[in-house]
C-alpha cells in the first residue's frame, strides 16, 4: 500500500455498537478495505463505542480475533491490518446516561469531521442523538449515519425523524439502506439512463411486468429477537425492494444531485396504488419456512429456530403484486419478492418487455417474450433475452440470451456497498441516502398491507426451506399469465 498521507485533516467516525455485529462484519472491514486503498485521510480515527467495560487494547483484541475472517482474503494483510487498528480506540458508556457522553468529547476531535455511525437498536436514536447535542459534539461538522430499520411502523418512523431533526438537519442525517451502495444498483441508473435505446420503451404499452426478487439462502440465524417482530415486509420490502422499484421505475431526474434524484424516487412512492383489503387478499402472500434442504443440508423450520417464540406468525417471505398509479406505468404489473431459506441467493430484476402486436412466425412458433435479465446479485450481469433462428431449413425460432458479465467488464474493483457509503458520507455526498419524506412514504404504502393482514389474520403459508416459497406466490402470476423467472 501507498503510505503516503492524503492530509492532516481530523475525522473522526464514532460507531454507536461498537462491538455489535454490524460493526465487527460489515463497518470495520469495509473501513480497513478504505485504509487499505489509501480512502481514509491522514487524520482519520475510529472510535468503537460500545456497554462493553473494556479498554482500548480489549476492543482492538475482540475486533483482531472477530473482522479478519470478514475481509476478502486476499486483501488482508497483516502490516496493513496493524496500521488500520492503529487508527482505532474505543469508549465504553451507557448510551442512555447523558453524563457518560463526556468520555467521548475527551477523545472526539473538537475541529473536524465528526461521523456518528449508530448501529444500535432505533429506539435508541433520539437519545444517543440528543446525548451527543447536550455535549456540545453535534455542529456543523457532525453528521450522523441511521442504520435500518427506522421504525417499525409510520409512528415510530416520524418520531424519531422528528426527533433527529431537533439536533441535525436534513443535510446532516444519512439514512443508510446499503442495497443503494451496491454496485450494481447504481449501475442500474446507468443502465437506465445512459443508454438512449432504452428510455423509449422503458414504460406502458412496451412493458409487460417487471419482477424483482431477493432471495436469501440463509434462514432467520440468531437474529430472531429482532426479525420476528419484524418479518420480511418490514426488513426488507420496505426498504431494500421498494428503493429497487424506485430506481427502476423514476423519471429521469434533472441531475445527480442528491435532491433531485431524491425527488423521483419519492413521486414513484407516492404513486403506488395504495392496497385495500380485497386488494391485499388477492395481491399478497405471505410465507414461512419450515424444515427442508438448504444447499444439500437439512435445515430447520423458522419455527424450530432459537429464540422465535411458539405458533410465531412471521412471514419469512413476501411476494405480492404493487401498481404504480402514473402515465409511464399504467396497468403495468411490478412483482415484488422476497424470502429466507429459499433455493437459491438471487437480486435479480426482470423487464418483461410485452408480446408482438402480430407475429409473421405464427401462432406456434414458441416466441418467447423479450426479458431484460438485470442480476444484482451474487452474479453481476446483464442479459437480454432474444429470439433467432435455428440452424438449419425452415423458420424455427430459439432463444439466447445477449449477456455482459458486469464483474469482468473493467479491471476496476469493485467496492462492497458499505465501504461506498462510509465514503459518501465522509464526502457528505447524500445521493444514495434516503430522505425522510421518502422513507415516510414507503411507510405509508407499506403499514396498510401490515394493518390489513392483521385485520384479515392472515398467517403465513409454509413453505419448505429450499423451495421458491409457497405455492401461492406462483398463482399471483400465474393469474395473469405470467411466471417467475426461473419457473419460465
Ligand atoms: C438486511 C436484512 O438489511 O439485508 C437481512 O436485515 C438481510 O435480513 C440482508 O439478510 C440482505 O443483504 P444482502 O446484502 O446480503 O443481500
Not at 436469501?216 to 434462514?219: D, F, L, R, S
Given at each position: 500500500m501507498n503510505t503516503t498521507p492524503l492530509d492532516n485533516s481530523a475525522q473522526d467516525i464514532v460507531i454507536f455498537g461498537g462491538a455489535g455485529d454490524l460493526a465487527f462484519r460489515k463497518l470495520l472491514p469495509a473501513l480497513y478495505m478504505a485504509h487499505l486503498h489509501d480512502k481514509l485521510a491522514h487524520g482519520t480515527r475510529i472510535v468503537g463505542v460500545g456497554r462493553q467495560p473494556w479498554s482500548r487494547e480489549e476492543y482492538l483484541r475482540f475486533v483482531d480475533s472477530h473482522s479478519p475472517a470478514l475481509i476478502d482474503k486476499e486483501a488482508f494483510n497483516p502490516n496493513d491490518w496493524q496500521s488500520f487498528l492503529a487508527r482505532l480506540s474505543y469508549v465504553s458508556l451507557d448510551v442512555t446516561q447523558r453524563d457518560d457522553y463526556a468520555k467521548l468529547k475527551a477523545v472526539c476531535n473538537s475541529k473536524g469531521l465528526r461521523v456518528f455511525y449508530l448501529a444500535t437498536a432505533p429506539n435508541l436514536f433520539t437519545q444517543i442523538c440528543a446525548h451527543l447535542a447536550s455535549a456540545g459534539l453535534v455542529d456543523a461538522q457532525a453528521r450522523v449515519v441511521l442504520e435500518k430499520p427506522?421504525?417499525?411502523d409510520l409512528a415510530s418512523a416520524r418520531a424519531i425523524n422528528q426527533e433527529v431533526a431537533r439536533y441535525f438537519n436534513e443535510h446532516q442525517i444519512y439514512r443508510i439502506d446499503h442495497y443503494l451502495g451496491k454496485e450494481t444498483v447504481q449501475n442500474l441508473m446507468v443502465l437506465r439512463f445512459g443508454n438512449a435505446i432504452f428510455e423509449p420503451m422503458w414504460r406502458a404499452p412496451y412493458i409487460k411486468s417487471v419482477q424483482i426478487t431477493v432471495s436469501?439462502?440463509?434462514?432467520v440465524g440468531s437474529r430472531a429477537g429482532f426479525y420476528d417482530g419484524a418479518g420480511a415486509m418490514r426488513d426488507m420490502v420496505q426498504n431494500h425492494l421498494l428503493q429497487l422499484l424506485c430506481i427502476v421505475a423514476m423519471e429521469p431526474p434533472i441531475s445527480l444531485n442528491a435532491d433531485d434524484v431524491r425527488d423521483e424516487k419519492l413521486k414513484v412512492l407516492r404513486s403506488l396504488r395504495k392496497m385495500d383489503l380485497a386488494d391485499i387478499k388477492r395481491d399478497t402472500v405471505r410465507g414461512q419456512y419450515t424444515a427442508g434442504a438448504s444447499e444439500g443440508v437439512a435445515v430447520s423450520g423458522y419455527q424450530e429456530e432459537s429464540n422465535v417464540p411458539p405458533h410465531s406468525t412471521t412471514e419469512t417471505f413476501v411476494a405480492l403484486r404493487a401498481h404504480i398509479n402514473n402515465a409511464r406505468w399504467a396497468n403495468v404489473p411490478f412483482f415484488l419478492r422476497t424470502g429466507k431459506r429459499m433455493q437459491k441467493r438471487q437480486s435479480e430484476i426482470i423487464i418483461e418487455f410485452a408480446d408482438q402486436p402480430f407475429s409473421i412466425f405464427g401462432t406456434t412458433a414458441n416466441q418467447e417474450p423479450n426479458r431484460l435479465i438485470i442480476s444484482l446479485q451474487p452474479e453481476e450481469s446483464i442479459q437480454l433475452g432474444l429470439m433467432v433462428k435455428e440452424p438449419g431449413s425452415g423458420m424455427t425460432l430459439h432463444p439466447v440470451k445477449l449477456g455482459l458479465d458486469l464483474q469482468h467488464s473493467s479491471n476496476k474493483r469493485r467496492a462492497e456497498a458499505y465501504e461506498r457509503l462510509l465514503m459518501d458520507v465522509i464526502k457528505g455526498r447524500l445521493t444514495h441516502f434516503m430522505r425522510r419524506d421518502e422513507l415516510e412514504a414507503a411507510w405509508m404504502w407499506v403499514e396498510p398491507i401490515l394493518d390489513g393482514w392483521k385485520a384479515l389474520d392472515d398467517k403465513p403459508r409454509p413453505y419448505s426451506a429450499g423451495s421458491w416459497g409457497p405455492a401461492a406466490s406462483s398463482a399471483l402470476m400465474a393469474r395473469e399469465n405470467l411466471c417467475w423467472f426461473e419457473e419460465a
Open positions: 427506522l421504525g417499525t436469501e439462502t440463509v434462514g
